[in-house]
């Protein structure tokens, strides 16, 4: 009877917090979609139209991961895409040139191999994306080949399917056995896949969740859901970096996604970055826009006249 009395005693004391438990709960995520739209509308009304400029182009064009993720590449495309971006920096040299060229793992090589500009990256999409619905073993492997090809950095998708059945130690792991793949040398982007996590709430566990499991970056989308960046996922992904930059002094770079169809939307989180997170995040290094649209609308603004150059 005295041992079955201590037993359930012993069941009183609430289980002791998982790491991951403790990580969240220095954070409020507890915040309400309504408060982040309202914030928003008055960052763009208040702040958006003196960034409408063309210093600020200038820059967002240097923060373009210039991208191509189509099922139709191929070696041939994806070499002449990256010749493109050698020749864009004979043709525009008063111009910076694109942050990243992105693309698929079996290409790393060929872009590696044709890459003439320096300080351009060489990203790769990794880990079975854009579903993430792999086994480990694969993500890692293709990870790893990535690397051994070239990439310089690696985005991945956060196992969206764990973290919405509440599997945040799963999610964690994952991330942190991937980022231990690349390396300290080669970064790694986690894509929150914000259109399919939906709230503010679980915009800014993923985000936290993704830090603290060893992110370099996050980033909003794939581009291949149906919702991709908003305003409002960028918002709150930036608000959880600066929290995550007070609580533990890592700067974490911001990439916003999938459906930066014109230079207003780039000016838009532009001048996000720069209310929440400040002028240290409005480099080419800690904010980069993934995009294949845009270059040419952003340099057709730049020059004045309709450019067609990528």
């Known amino acids: 009877m005295e041992e079955k009395h201590h037993h359930e005693h012993h069941h009183e004391h609430a289980p002791r917090q998982s790491k991951i438990e403790q990580a969240l709960s220095k954070y409020n995520c507890n915040i309400e979609d309504a408060e982040v739209a309202a914030a928003v509308k008055k960052i763009i009304a208040e702040k958006v139209p003196e960034n409408d400029n063309l210093d600020v182009k200038k820059f967002l064009f240097g923060s373009i991961e210039l991208t191509t993720l189509k099922t139709t590449d191929s070696e041939e495309s994806v070499l002449a895409f990256t010749e493109r971006v050698n020749e864009f920096d004979n043709q525009y040299p008063d111009l910076p040139h694109v942050a ?22 060489i990203a790769c999409v990794s880990g079975s994306f854009p579903s993430s619905q792999a086994l480990l073993e694969v993500k890692v492997a293709e990870t790893a080949l990535a690397v051994k090809d070239g990439a310089t ?34 970064a790694m982007k986690v894509i929150l896949e914000t259109g399919d996590i939906v709230t503010a709430s679980n915009i800014k566990k993923a985000s936290i969740l993704s830090m603290y499991a060893g992110a370099d970056y996050i980033k909003t989308s794939t581009g291949k859901e149906k919702v991709s960046a908003t305003p409002e996922a960028a918002y709150v992904m930036c608000q959880a ?30 001048t996000i970055v720069k209310e929440v997170l400040g002028e240290k995040w409005l480099t080419n290094k800690w904010f980069r826009m993934g995009t294949s649209r845009l270059a040419n609308l952003l340099l057709s603004e730049i020059e004045g006249r309709e450019v067609k150059f990528f």
């Open 100 to 121: 990243t060229i992105c693309v698929y793992p079996c290409f790393a090589r060929v872009v590696s191999e044709s890459l003439e500009v320096d300080g351009v990256e």
């Open 153 to 186: 950095e690696i985005d991945i998708v956060m196992p969206v399917g764990k973290f919405l059945s509440g599997d945040y130690e799963g999610v964690a792991d994952e991330i942190s056995e991937l980022k231990q793949t690349c390396g300290a040398d080669v």
């Open 241 to 270: 970096i600066k929290e995550y930059y007070d609580e533990t002094g890592i700067q974490i770079g911001f990439k916003p996604a999938g459906g930066i169809n014109t230079p207003m939307d780039a000016v838009i989180y532009y």
